[in-house]
């Protein structure tokens, strides 16, 4: 595999993991898990936890998509130069394979009588 590949890869699945910990951390109808941390926010006077993890959240969604759409070009593009790389050797070898064959076997012409060894 291609080493920016595994990079992008490796990436994706951090900014994941982040964003269900970010996820978890939002209020929900029942309140979530920063209804801890909200109570000593509002001791603070400090109200913005909600927001903070929300552009969190929305930050991480479009690293993620970004960073995928990014991995497909990379993929892409390495498995693209390997496939025509062996193709084009495959076919160079099976040329120069013919073309000694060619060299090593010359065609006779057949005599329309039958005698395939007879040279006109």
């Known amino acids: 595999m291609n080493a920016a590949f595994t990079v992008l890869v490796v990436l994706i699945i951090i ?15 029942d309140g ?3 209804t801890n941390f909200t109570s000593a926010n509002q001791t603070l006077g400090v109200r913005q936890t909600a927001t903070i993890l929300e552009k969190a959240t929305w930050y991480l969604v479009a ?11 990379v993929a892409r593009g390495g498995t693209q130069r390997g496939t025509n790389d062996a193709i084009s050797t495959e076919i160079l070898n099976q040329a120069d394979a013919q073309q000694a064959a060619a060299a090593e076997f010359p065609v006779t012409q057949e005599n329309p009588e039958g005698d395939s060894n007879a040279q006109n």
């Open 15 to 29: 900014a994941a993991i982040l964003l269900i910990a970010v996820v978890l951390l939002q209020n929900g109808k």
């Open 63 to 73: 690293f993620i998509l970004v960073l995928s759409i990014i991995t497909v070009f």
């Open 32 to 34: 979530g898990l920063a």
